[in-house]
T-cell receptor, first 113, second 118 residues
Framework: QQQVKQSPQSLIVQKGGISIINCAYENTAFDYFPWYQQFPGKGPALLIAIRPDVSEKKEGRFTISFNKSAKQFSLHIMDSQPGDSATYFCAASSSGSARQLTFGSGTQLTVLP | GAVVSQHPSWVICKSGTSVKIECRSLDFQATTMFWYRQFPKQSLMLMATSNEGSKATYEQGVEKDKFLINHASLTLSTLTVTSAHPEDSSFYIC??????????????FGPGTRLTVL
């Protein structure tokens, strides 16, 4: 019930390509879905987040698509750059849990120059 | 945006010693902070929820006598790894939910502390 399933585990994309990472959840109480970017040896940094009242949110090259009925959400990175190479985590939380995050397993993204 | 700091950023200690890690919210107050442990190439595993003015809540399987948490003020939580052993070597990360100073619902993470126990 608390799991957030993330795929793929690793992703290799050419520079300028589109990177797509998918997540699925089961707990319908989740009402906040952030994506975090983590570089080696660093803490996760918030990239973009969405709430279930919208189906899409775009910030620069990063877009979240959200499908409430399917309980799925995805991160799209347009015009991927080598500097985007990092590990990406999706997460979910509910207002009733003091914003405790449930994380996906992570996706190691490599953008080739 | 809101900033969370951790100190130290890395520490090496001998087996059997205790290590204290500090987590501070620099420009906002946090009645709740979270402590995570992350092993190489793995996701973040929640260890405990630190509550200001009350006892921490530990996740199943986390020894509360080994990982002591003290949330002394609205901007400071500490994690003490007592009698550390090599298997405690990991990357420890804290986070705090944005509230008064941050966007509600957002969690801000510290830069992490790399603990190596020899």
């Amino acid at each position: 019930q608390q799991q957030v399933k993330q795929s793929p585990q690793s992703l290799i994309v050419q520079k300028g390509g589109i990177s797509i990472i998918n997540c699925a959840y089961e707990n319908t109480a989740f009402d906040y879905f952030p994506w975090y970017q983590q570089f080696p040896g660093k803490g996760p940094a918030l990239l973009i987040a969405i709430r279930p009242d919208v189906s899409e949110k775009k910030e620069g090259r990063f877009t979240i698509s959200f499908n409430k009925s399917a309980k799925q959400f995805s991160l799209h990175i347009m015009d991927s750059q080598p500097g985007d190479s990092a590990t990406y985590f999706c997460a979910a939380s509910s207002s009733g849990s003091a914003r405790q995050l449930t994380f996906g397993s992570g996706t190691q993204l490599t953008v080739l120059p | 945006g809101a900033v969370v700091s951790q100190h130290p950023s890395w520490v090496i200690c001998k087996s059997g010693t205790s290590v204290k890690i500090e987590c501070r919210s620099l420009d906002f107050q946090a009645t709740t902070m979270f402590w995570y442990r992350q092993f190489p190439k793995q996701s973040l595993m929640l260890m405990a929820t630190s509550n200001e003015g009350s006892k921490a809540t530990y996740e199943q399987g986390v020894e509360k006598d080994k990982f002591l948490i003290n949330h002394a003020s609205l901007t400071l939580s500490t994690l003490t790894v007592t009698s550390a052993h090599p298997e405690d070597s990991s990357f420890y990360i804290c986070s705090a939910p944005g509230g008064w100073g941050g966007r509600r619902g957002t969690q801000y993470f510290g830069p992490g502390t790399r603990l190596t126990v020899l």
